[in-house]
C-alpha cells in the first residue's frame, strides 16, 4: 500500500473522532515550506502542545480561543473543502497550532477516495500512525529562539512512523528550519546531521507581534525578515550547505498576518 492509497483501518474515525478546527480557507497557495507556490485549502486546528516565544497563529494555539475551535467531524470537514475547491481535487494543507493532535486519520481517508491530496506541518513532538497516509510530510523542529525544548527521539518517531504500516513509500519528508539567529541555525545543522538523508528548508523568522493586520503586509516587518533572509543566504552560502534550500515566508511578505491567507 502507498501513501497515496486508501487505508481501510482508519475507517472507525470517520464516525467516531472530532478534529477542532480552527479555521478552513483557500483556495489559496502554500506560502512556505517545500511546497511554496502550490494551490491549497488550508484546515487549520486548534491546539498545540508548544507556546513558541513567536508564535504567529496564537489564535489556534493560546487556549483562551478554545471556544472557537469547533468540533467537526472528517465528514463535515471534507464538506467544506470541497465547496472551497468547487468539487476539484486539491492538495489540503494539514495546520495548526499543531494537527499531530488531532485525530486526521479519517479526514485523510476519506479524502484521498475522491483523489484529494494531503500535506502536514508538525514541529515533530507526536508521531501518529496515519503519517504514512499523507502524501507530504513537514517536520519543523523548533529552535532555541521559541524558548521550547527539542526531543530528538519523537522526532525519529515521527519518520518512523511514516514508512510504517507496511506503506512502502510514504509521504515525502522534508525538514523546515525556522531560523532568527547563530544558535538557530547551528541547532538546524546539528538536526539535519541525525537526519542526513531528509531534504532540508530554512526560513527567516517572522518575529512580528502576531495579532492579524487588516492593512497586510504593513503590519509586519518585511525589510527585518528581508534582512534575516539575506543573511541566510550569505550563512550557507559561505558554509557550503549546497544541497539546503532557502526560503522566504511568502505569503508574510504579501499577506502580513493576516488570517485567512
Known amino acids: 500500500m502507498s501513501g497515496t492509497e486508501l487505508a481501510p483501518e482508519l475507517e472507525p474515525e470517520l464516525v467516531t473522532d472530532k478534529i ?3 479555521e478552513i480557507f483557500g483556495p489559496t497557495v502554500q506560502g512556505e515550506g517545500a511546497l511554496i507556490g502550490m494551490p491549497t485549502v488550508f484546515v ?7 507556546r513558541c516565544s513567536w508564535c504567529d497563529t496564537l489564535y489556534a494555539v493560546d487556549p483562551a ?14 464538506a467544506r473543502v470541497r465547496t472551497l475547491s468547487g468539487g476539484k481535487p486539491i492538495l489540503v494543507t494539514l495546520s495548526g497550532g499543531n494537527p499531530a493532535i488531532q485525530p486526521m486519520g479519517g479526514l485523510i481517508a476519506l479524502g484521498k477516495r475522491d483523489g484529494f491530496t494531503f500535506a502536514i ?8 500512525d496515519w503519517f504514512a497516509h499523507l502524501d507530504y510530510l513537514t517536520l519543523s523542529p523548533k529552535p532555541p529562539s521559541s524558548s521550547t525544548d527539542f526531543a530528538p527521539d519523537a522526532l525519529a518517531a515521527c519518520i518512523t ?3 510504517a504500516n507496511g506503506v512502502l513509500d510514504g ?7 525556522p531560523v532568527r539567529d547563530d544558535a538557530d541555525l547551528m541547532f538546524a545543522d546539528h538536526v539535519r546531521k541525525l537526519h542526513p538523508d531528509i531534504p532540508v528548508c530554512l526560513q527567516p523568522v517572522n518575529t512580528t507581534p502576531v495579532e492579524p493586520h487588516p492593512d497586510g503586509a504593513n503590519g509586519v516587518d518585511i525589510a527585518g525578515l528581508t534582512e534575516r ?26 499577506w502580513g498576518n493576516l488570517r485567512g491567507m
Open 44 to 50: 487549520r486546528t486548534g491546539g498545540c502542545d508548544f
Open 161 to 163: 512512523a511514516a514508512h
Open 121 to 128: 506541518e508538525t514541529q515533530g513532538s507526536i508521531a501518529r
Open 65 to 78: 480561543f478554545r471556544a472557537d475551535w469547533k468540533p467537526h467531524t472528517a465528514a463535515e470537514v471534507m
Open 229 to 254: 533572509y539575506r543573511w541566510l543566504v550569505d550563512q550557507v552560502s559561505e558554509r557550503g550547505w549546497f544541497n539546503i534550500r532557502v526560503l522566504p515566508q511568502w505569503h508574510v511578505h504579501v
Open 20 to 22: 477542532r478546527i480552527s
Open 171 to 177: 509521504p515525502v519528508i522534508t525538514l523546515k528550519f
